[in-house]
């Protein structure tokens, strides 16, 4: 899909139709929208330290942001398994660096020969990337960097109701006090 994500439904209501498709068209589109039930499963068992741990960490801030639904149990595994794949690797860095040298043979069998060496990049350091770049996605989706969580706000709720009370239970103000129309 090329472009920008779709907006929720949700957002695009609050945020005031500004693609002026009309309110009533969005807000039944919202309604017709397929809701997931709440509450994650229990942790998978073949998720083991550091995957384990991230897991409920993250569910606990899915619960309180009260977006922790069953279907991204799946998606949360990812980001658990591949959170911890990045670390892995990221140990391996420290340990080997991220240049390797790599022999380079000359001959087969019993005639080998190393005759020199060639620097490369850690295959570790791809690992590391690749695992970083699927836990920022998940991280970006579900609201768990700055950005994303000012995305997902909902903005200020409706208090017209409560200042029109307030306004008819405040006492009246003198007729030279009125603001004149």
Not at 104 to 129: L, M, Q, S
Request: aromatic content about 6%.
């Amino acid at each position: 899909m090329r472009g920008r994500k779709p907006k929720p439904l949700r957002i695009q209501i609050v945020e005031g139709d500004t693609r002026k498709r009309g309110v009533r068209k969005l807000q039944e589109l919202a309604e017709r929208e397929p809701r997931a039930e709440r509450g994650l499963p229990p942790c998978p068992e073949h998720l083991k330290g550091v995957a384990r741990d991230r897991w409920f960490f993250w569910a606990e801030e899915l619960a309180a942001m009260k977006i922790d639904h069953r279907p991204d149990d799946a998606v949360l595994v990812g980001a658990c398994m591949n959170y911890a794949r990045a670390l892995q690797a990221e140990a391996l860095i420290d340990s080997d660096g991220l240049i390797i040298e790599e022999p380079i043979v000359k001959g087969r069998g019993e005639k080998a020969e190393v005759v020199g060496y060639r620097k490369r990049t850690n295959p570790a350091v791809f690992v590391a990337n690749s695992a970083w770049m699927r836990v920022h996605k998940f991280c970006s989706e579900f609201g768990f960097s700055p950005v994303s969580r000012t995305r997902i706000a909902m903005g200020k709720q409706d208090t017209t109701e409560e200042d029109f009370m307030k306004l008819l239970s405040s006492p009246r103000l003198p007729r030279e006090n009125r603001v004149k129309i």
